[in-house]
C-alpha cells in the first residue's frame, strides 16, 4: 500500500478553481480551509508549489497536497 492516497477527480466543465477541487474532494473541511492550504504553500500543481486559491485547473493537471495526489480528468477523458 502507498503511503499517498491517489484521488482522480473528474471535472464537469473546462476547468475549476483550486480551492473547489480540495474542498470537493472532502480534502478539506471548507472553501475557507481550503484556501488557507493554498496560501501557506501546502499544495502543488503539475510539481510546483501553488499559492493562487483561484488557479483554473484543466484536465491533465496533477494536484498534491500533504499525501493525497489529485489527477485531474475531463470528461471526454472517460473510457467509453
Known amino acids: ?4 492516497d491517489n484521488i482522480i477527480a473528474e471535472l464537469e ?8 477541487i480540495l474542498k470537493f474532494e472532502g480534502l478539506s473541511e471548507s472553501g475557507g480551509n481550503a484556501k488557507q492550504a493554498i496560501a501557506d504553500g501546502l499544495v502543488s500543481v503539475n510539481g510546483e508549489v501553488e499559492t493562487r486559491k483561484r488557479k483554473k485547473i484543466r484536465p491533465g493537471d496533477q494536484i498534491d497536497f500533504i499525501d493525497h495526489h489529485i489527477d485531474v480528468v475531463g470528461k471526454s477523458d472517460e473510457v467509453e
Not at 1 to 4: K, R
Not at 13 to 20: D, H, I, R, T, W
Request: glycine share 0%; aromatic share 16%.
Open 1 to 4: 500500500m502507498s503511503d499517498s
Open 13 to 20: 466543465s473546462e476547468f475549476v478553481e483550486l480551492y473547489k
